[in-house]
Nanobody, 114 residues
Framework: QVQLVESGGGLVQAGGSLRLSCAAS????????MGWYRQAPGDQRELVAF???????NYADSVKGRFTISRDNAKNTVYLQMNSLEPEDTAVYYC????????WGQGTQVTVSS
């Protein structure tokens, strides 16, 4: 089993920044692909960014140039640095990890006020 614990969400004004963290623990034998999805009320879950086991990254077009995903392999932690936040970024952000199956965090709320 793998457990994912997210932190760093909150309320911020448009143009502000937040950094989300996701710490993985449990049965993880090696570095695994990890990433972030988000879901706004009434919307489908959307892939925001992911980072592969080799460190390659990919982003949704809506966040390119504003968000940065990174990882600390020694800590089994992935981060999402979010800059120039917009009200449209308001959502619950979910961390995930792929280890044969996909594990999910509990979600952290990000609210951007205009």
């Amino acid at each position: 089993q793998v457990q994912l614990v997210e932190s760093g969400g909150g309320l911020v004004q448009a143009g502000g920044s937040l950094r989300l963290s996701c710490a993985a623990s449990g049965s993880i034998a090696s570095i695994k692909p990890m990433g972030w999805y988000r879901q706004a009320p009434g919307d489908q879950r959307e892939l925001v960014a992911f980072i592969t086991d080799s460190g390659s990254t990919n982003y949704a077009d809506s966040v390119k140039g504003r968000f940065t995903i990174s990882r600390d392999n020694a800590k089994n932690t992935v981060y999402l640095q979010m800059n120039s936040l917009e009200p449209e970024d308001t959502a619950v952000y979910y961390c995930y990890l792929v280890n044969w199956v996909t594990y999910w965090g509990q979600g952290t709320q990000v609210t951007v006020s205009s």
